[in-house]
Each structure stands twice: as structure tokens, then as C-alpha cells.
Nanobody
């Protein structure tokens, strides 16, 4: 079992950057596929990015491709989401998710463990 805690959210002007962190408990963090999702008010939760347990394979939604970078440090039990060139439409609560499985998981239904979320607000 793994518990996830996100941090790093905040208010940033359009064009700015933030780095989200997701710290995980559990000794087998390196066996978990990880993902970042976001949910804006009144909207469904959407997948933003995902990374395999090795970190060698990543995936990005078209809306963030070229602006966001996902990475992980298995020695620190942490996954990161570097967000550059932020836009007002990136405003949402961002969640990290984990699942004990190989490969890239893009759907929320594939994840069994979730953090509490961190608010990201991009101002125009």
C-alpha cells in the first residue's frame, strides 16, 4: 500500500512555472506506475501526464505537451511535475496517483491510490 502527499501548488502568473511534488510512503515505490491528473471546477478529472515505474517511459496530454515534464526519483519516493509556460486554463486541483503495475497508465480508473490534491492557479 502507498500513501501520497502532493505539494508545490500555488498562484502563478501566466507564463510562469511551478514544480509539483508527490511524496509517497511505502518501500516499493519503484514498482508503481505514477500519474498526474487535474480537475477544474465543474469539470471532470483529466489525465495530465504519466510515468512508468522505471521512469524511462512518459506520456503527456496534448494540452500540456512541450510545457510540462514528469519525472521521478525512486530513491526519494517522489514524483515531480515541472510546469512551465502556465496558462490560466491550467488552473485546477492537481492530483497524483499510483498503481502497482508496469507500463503507462493514462486513465483514472486504472489507479488505486490518490493524493489529496494541490491547487494550481494561473492568473492572466
Amino acid at each position: 500500500q502507498v500513501q501520497l502527499v502532493e505539494s508545490g501548488g500555488g498562484l502563478v502568473q501566466a507564463g510562469g512555472s511551478l514544480r509539483l511534488s508527490c511524496a509517497a510512503t511505502g518501500r516499493t515505490f519503484g514498482d508503481y506506475a505514477m500519474g498526474w491528473f487535474r480537475q477544474a471546477p465543474g469539470e471532470q478529472r483529466e489525465s495530465v501526464s504519466a510515468i512508468s515505474w522505471t521512469g524511462r517511459t512518459t506520456w503527456y496530454a496534448d494540452s500540456v505537451k512541450g510545457r510540462f515534464t514528469i519525472s521521478r526519483d525512486n530513491a526519494k519516493n517522489t514524483v515531480y511535475l515541472q510546469m512551465n509556460s502556465l496558462k490560466p486554463e491550467d488552473t485546477a486541483v492537481y492530483y497524483c496517483a499510483a498503481q502497482l503495475r508496469a507500463g503507462i497508465l493514462k486513465s483514472a480508473q486504472e489507479y488505486g491510490y490518490w493524493g489529496q490534491g494541490t491547487q494550481v492557479t494561473g492568473s492572466s
